[in-house]
């Protein structure tokens, strides 16, 4: 009965590599997210839709396009793929403007 | 632009210690704060969410305040158990940006408990 799922866990790629990440809420949600945690544990938006509706997109490369086939799920697809891209990508949804987000337990990229 | 920063980056206590982490945050217009623990190799764990117009949320162990106008919230952990050890982020979602819900992030407190 996991709330946020992502999957892999894990993906050691190459650099030039395209890949793609998924994400699954079970929880009803309107909102999904993508955050990058860098190697000094810095968290950041990349990514955020609402009802399938992009509505931010934080100066990310256009080579990370997420897509949303439906309200609960939000996969990110990650072109060309750069040693810069190595961290931990999480997903994390939510309802309404007041309500705590939920994340998933994160993928850990390596580009080797 | 919104910005958060906790102080201290890491703290190591003795089991039992009360302990208090702090977090600022320079935009006050936010709509809450949530805070988040972090274990290695985990996700986060939603821990306590404020929404502006409260001042304090208590979970158990947990007490988070807030106090809008100067920016800034803290996480009292009371008789600490060697199982708190983890990272403590703080977390702001601003008010004015319509439509945005995304968070801003601290970069976290790296808390160890000793037995």
């Known amino acids: 009965d996991t709330a946020v799922s992502q999957t892999p866990k894990y993906l050691v790629t190459q650099m030039g590599n395209d890949k793609s990440i998924k994400c699954e809420q079970n929880l009803g949600h309107d909102t999904m997210y993508w955050y990058k945690q860098d190697s000094k544990k810095f968290l950041k938006i990349m990514f955020s839709?609402?009802?399938?509706?992009?509505?931010i997109n934080e100066t990310v490369p256009n080579r990370f396009s997420p897509k949303s086939p439906d309200k609960a799920h939000l996969n990110l697809h990650i072109n060309s793929l750069e040693l810069g891209d190595s961290a931990v990508y999480f997903c994390?949804?939510?309802?309404?403007?007041?309500?705590?987000?939920?994340f998933g337990d994160g993928t850990r990229l390596s580009i080797l | 632009k919104q910005e958060v920063t906790q102080i201290p980056a890491a703290l190591s206590v003795p089991e039992g210690e009360n302990l208090v982490l702090n977090c600022s945050f320079t935009d006050s217009a936010i709509y809450n704060l949530q805070w988040f623990r972090q274990d290695p190799g985990k996700g986060l764990t939603s821990l306590l969410l404020i929404q502006s117009s409260q001042r304090e949320q208590t979970s158990g162990r947990l007490n988070a305040s807030l106090d809008k106008s100067s920016g800034r919230s803290t996480l009292y952990i009371a008789a600490s158990q060697p199982g708190d050890s983890a990272t403590y982020l703080c977390a702001v979602r601003g008010y004015m940006d319509t439509g945005r819900r995304a968070l801003t992030f601290g970069s976290g407190t790296r808390l160890q408990v000793q037995p």
């Open positions: 994390a949804s939510s309802q309404g403007r007041g309500a705590p987000q939920h």
């Open positions: 839709y609402n009802n399938k509706e992009l509505i």
